[in-house]
């Protein structure tokens, strides 16, 4: 016996796909049942990030470089400024510096940015730094701004490094002494 509706199977995986985007609750974008709830969950699946607890983008990136700072620290300079024996480092609680490009671009293309271009290197035979992090952190709400204020900062003078003003001279100290 032959069924009536044979020539749709090959349609069906588009019927389902159909299916499972419509909004069985709307108006709750938090519910894991709604659309609108998939960007979210793609962002946090692949960065990490989780916009009720990290926070703006921006200093949520921040943070996961200064772990990344701290983690090659550890590992390759055998300094850990957390150890008591150790001198305390005041970068590791020093307020993040204006996000953009020019302050420091070290602190933009970071090594997530190598990374990326080694692997285009071998892919593609081009070296292309691409910091995905401080793209996405630029292109959050709030981030065109920041990043023209760390600009006109730059050339305006009133930027004074990560850890605010200049130490003078004076104030330095002497280790192991």
Same mark, same amino acid.
């Given at each position: 016996?032959?069924?009536? =509706? #044979?020539?749709?199977?090959? =349609?069906?995986?588009? $019927? /389902?796909?159909?299916?499972?985007?419509? +909004?069985?609750?709307?108006?709750?974008?938090?519910?894991?049942?709604?659309?609108?709830?998939?960007?979210?969950?793609?962002?946090?699946?692949? *960065?990490?990030?989780?916009?009720?607890?990290?926070?703006?983008? #921006?200093?949520?990136?921040?943070?996961?470089?200064?772990?990344?700072?701290? *983690?090659? +620290?550890?590992? =390759?300079?055998?300094?850990?400024?957390?150890?008591?024996?150790?001198?305390?480092?005041?970068?590791?609680?020093?307020?993040?510096?204006? =996000?953009?490009? /020019?302050?420091?671009?070290?602190?933009? $293309?970071?090594?997530?940015?190598?990374?990326?271009?080694? $692997?285009?290197?071998?892919? !593609?035979?081009? $070296?292309?730094?691409?910091?995905?992090?401080?793209?996405?952190?630029?292109?959050?709400?709030?981030?065109?701004?920041?990043?023209?204020?760390?600009?006109?900062? !730059?050339?305006?003078?009133?930027?004074?490094?990560?850890?605010?003003?200049?130490?003078?001279?004076?104030?330095?100290?002497? +280790?192991?002494?």
């Amino acid at each position: 016996m032959k069924t009536p =509706f #044979r020539h749709l199977v090959p =349609f069906l995986p588009v $019927f /389902l796909c159909a299916a499972a985007g419509c +909004r069985s609750a709307p108006g709750v974008p938090e519910s894991h049942w709604n659309v609108d709830a998939v960007p979210q969950r793609i962002t946090a699946h692949f *960065t990490g990030y989780r916009g009720e607890l990290d926070g703006s983008y #921006r200093e949520f990136q921040w943070r996961k470089k200064q772990d990344i700072n701290l *983690t090659l +620290r550890r590992h =390759f300079l055998n300094n850990n400024p957390e150890n008591p024996l150790q001198v305390a480092d005041p970068s590791l609680t020093a307020v993040r510096p204006p =996000f953009g490009l /020019l302050p420091n671009p070290v602190t933009y $293309f970071h090594v997530e940015s190598i990374v990326i271009g080694s $692997f285009l290197l071998g892919w !593609t035979g081009a $070296f292309l730094p691409l910091p995905i992090d401080s793209l996405i952190a630029t292109l959050s709400p709030g981030g065109l701004s920041e990043f023209g204020s760390g600009i006109s900062d !730059t050339f305006t003078g009133d930027w004074h490094g990560e850890l605010g003003e200049p130490v003078p001279p004076s104030k330095f100290k002497v +280790r192991h002494r």
